[in-house]
Nanobody
Framework: QVQLVESGGGLVQAGGSLRLSCAAS????????MGWFRQAPGKEREFVAA????????YYADSVKGRFTISRDNAKNTVYLQMNSLKPEDTAVYYC???????????????WGQGTQVTVSS
């Protein structure tokens, strides 16, 4: 079992930055690939970014490439999402996710956090 708790969401103006954190509890954090998803009002949840067990490989949705950076600190059992040059269309609830597979974490991860709201004003 892995429990995930997100933090760092809030209200920011377009062009600004936020850093989301996801603290994991449970066993063997370093054995899980980690990901971020988001869900905007009236839309389906979509993949944002993922990172492999060691952090050596990262994956991004085209819509956030060059603006968002995912990273992890296995000593702190935490994964981060640095979001720069934010746009109003980035407004959504952001969810942290975990899965043993770096491929499945981008599609159907096993574990989910409760989400944190990010609102970008124009």
């Amino acid at each position: 079992q892995v429990q995930l708790v997100e933090s760092g969401g809030g209200l920011v103006q377009a062009g600004g930055s936020l850093r989301l954190s996801c603290a994991a509890s449970g066993r063997a954090f370093s054995r899980y690939a980690m990901g971020w998803f988001r869900q905007a009002p009236g839309k389906e949840r979509e993949f944002v970014a993922a990172i492999s067990w060691s952090g050596g490989s990262t994956y991004y949705a085209d819509s956030v490439k060059g603006r968002f950076t995912i990273s992890r600190d296995n000593a702190k059992n935490t994964v981060y999402l640095q979001m720069n040059s934010l746009k109003p269309e980035d407004t959504a609830v952001y969810y942290c996710a975990a899965d043993p597979s770096p491929m499945l974490v981008t599609k159907t991860p096993i574990y989910w956090g409760q989400g944190t709201q990010v609102t970008v004003s124009s």
